[in-house]
């Protein structure tokens, strides 16, 4: 800003800046109803669920939550079956546990290995 030397070019920088100053506070009000729209529960509700249907890993996250209490669990029917058995059922639960455990962990290379075995067979079919 260039030095002011006259009652007329005070007058005239002070108008530009109180100007300025109306144009910044509109910026600041418009700015703040965006940030309070977006703060209100419903919209923060449908951006996280528009966040994860749009997730190209969405079938992967589903998979990988459902794949281990559901094989811990097909393990420990096939160990107790109908069995009143105490000791089978306390084994059978140990065993879910343990399985929900490593499966939970190792979702990503379970999956993995599970595409590659389908790709393996579907190949061997279009041949």
């Not at 993995?112 to 061997?124: D, E, P, T, V």
């Amino acid at each position: 800003m260039k030095n002011i030397t006259s009652v007329a070019e005070l007058k005239n920088a002070i108008q530009l800046l109180e100007e300025e100053q109306a144009v910044k506070g509109l910026q600041l009000k418009e700015q703040f109803f965006i940030t309070y729209e977006s703060f209100k529960p419903a919209k923060i509700i449908s951006s996280t669920l528009k966040d994860i249907v749009l997730s190209p890993n969405l079938p992967d996250i589903i998979l990988g939550a459902v794949l281990g209490p559901t094989s811990g669990y097909l393990i420990k029917r096939a160990i107790t079956g109908t069995s009143g058995n105490a000791i089978r059922r306390l084994i059978g639960s140990v065993l879910q546990l343990g399985v929900t455990n490593v499966v939970s962990k190792n979702s990503e290379s379970i999956l993995s290995f599970g595409r590659n075995i389908l790709q393996h067979f579907l190949r061997k079919k279009e041949k």
